[in-house]
Structure formats: C-alpha cells, structure tokens
T-cell receptor, first 115, second 112 residues
Framework: DVKVTQSSRYLVKRTGEKVFLECVQDMDHENMFWYRQDPGLGLRLIYFSYDVKMKEKGDIPEGYSVSREKKERFSLILESASTNQTSMYLC??????????????FGPGTRLLVL | AQKITQTQPGMFVQEKEAVTLDCTYDTSDPSYGLFWYKQPSSGEMIFLIYQGSYDQQNATEGRYSLNFQKARKSANLVISASQLGDSAMYFCARAGYSTLTFGKGTMLLVSP
C-alpha cells in the first residue's frame, strides 16, 4: 500500500511566523504535490515536484515555497504566515512524470489555522 | 483554464439505492484521464476509479462505475447500493501531463 504521511494533522500558528509542512511518501514515487483545500473552491495546486531539487509552480504559488532535498520528502514553506493561508493542506504523490493515467495518492491533510 | 464542473453541491440518497454524481470537463487534449476521489470527514482523499480518454469500456471498481460520455465531455460516477459509509465529499478530477485539476466537489449524504 502507498503511504503518504504529513507531519501534523492540526497546526496553529501566528501571523508572520515561518511554517513548515512536511510530507513523506514511502513508495519511491517521482512526483509529489502540495494542494490547499478551501470550502467551495475544491483543491488547488500550490507546487509540485517531479524530481529531487526540481519544483514547478502550480495555480496558486504566491506566499509559498517548497523544498525537495530527498526523493521521499517534500516540504511546503510559508515564509511569513498570514490569516488568508488558514486552510487544509494536502500532500500527494504519484509514481512517475508524464502520462495521464498516474494516480495521485494523498496524505491525511494538515489543518492550519493562522491567528 | 480547463475547468471541471460538478453541478451538484449536495446529494441525498437512501441506503441501498443507486446514486449518480455528475462531472463535466473542458479539454482540448486528445489524451487525458479522469479520476474520482472520495473525501470522508477525516480529510484524506481516497482514490476510487480512473477512466482514460481512449478506453473503450466504462471503468468499474466494485460498487463504483463511471458513465463516460466522451462526446458530451462528461464522466459521471455511479454508486450502486449506497451504504452509510459512502457519506462523504466526492471530487472529479482531470489529468493533464502530470497534474490534476479538480472540481469543487459534491457532498453525498446516505440516510438509513
């Protein structure tokens, strides 16, 4: 079974803090993704990575950065958290790049509250 | 932007009945994939079923089947014999080169 884990289920931070969300997958997948989910908006892609040290912007990268130093780990960084970044953050991974048939497997999500 | 549209914000169904969740999509790509995911209240997204644009047959996985109408650009999810545990949000997604574009979801509530 594919296992995608996220470092926290719930997180509360203050405005202006630097926030790290960690994601680890154990299936040697090439691709990893970060989404945020907000009511009525569905899932929106923030960043994705198709290889170590590679990253691509998604639909809403502003205010976020990412790091992928090892294949199994993909970190989402909020450099200076703001209240409009309060959301559910979902990490996902898929086996390889390219192709339209690659299933993405998701972690349990992190609910972030920024006060 | 190539959109995914789920027109039903919520659906109610009685246990053991079948239910259809609608999904339509935009695309100009000849090759694409369509996915359905389930998200229970716990938050995790669970993969349910996949349909490729060139697949001749509609996909099926247990109680889930996909009613794929390529000309209409629709990919409706059919759940047969609903169970209480099917109560969840359901998302349709279209695959591009490496990424997925999601619809806004449909909340399904199954009553006894």
């Amino acid at each position: 079974d594919v296992k995608v884990t996220q470092s926290s289920r719930y997180l509360v931070k203050r405005t202006g803090e630097k926030v790290f969300l960690e994601c680890v997958q154990d299936m040697d997948h090439e691709n990893m993704f970060w989404y945020r989910q907000d009511p009525g908006l569905g899932l929106r892609l923030i960043y994705f990575s198709y290889d170590v040290k590679m990253k691509e912007k998604g639909d809403i990268p502003e205010g976020y950065s990412v790091s992928r130093e090892k294949k199994e780990r993909f970190s989402l960084i909020l450099e200076s958290a703001s209240t409009n970044q309060t959301s559910m953050y979902l990490c996902a991974s898929s086996l390889r790049s390219g192709g339209v048939q690659e299933t993405q497997y998701f972690g349990p999500g992190t609910r972030l509250l920024v006060l | 932007a190539q959109k995914i549209t789920q027109t039903q914000p919520g659906m109610f169904v009685q246990e053991k009945e079948a239910v259809t969740l609608d999904c339509t999509y935009d695309t100009s790509d000849p090759s694409y994939g369509l996915f359905w995911y389930k998200q229970p209240s716990s938050g995790e997204m669970i993969f349910l079923i996949y349909q490729g644009s060139y697949d001749q047959q509609n996909a099926t996985e247990g109680r889930y089947s996909l009613n794929f109408q390529k000309a209409r650009k629709s990919a409706n999810l059919v759940i047969s014999a609903s169970q209480l545990g099917d109560s969840a949000m359901y998302f349709c997604a279209r695959a591009g080169y490496s990424t997925l574009t999601f619809g806004k979801g449909t909340m399904l509530l199954v009553s006894p």
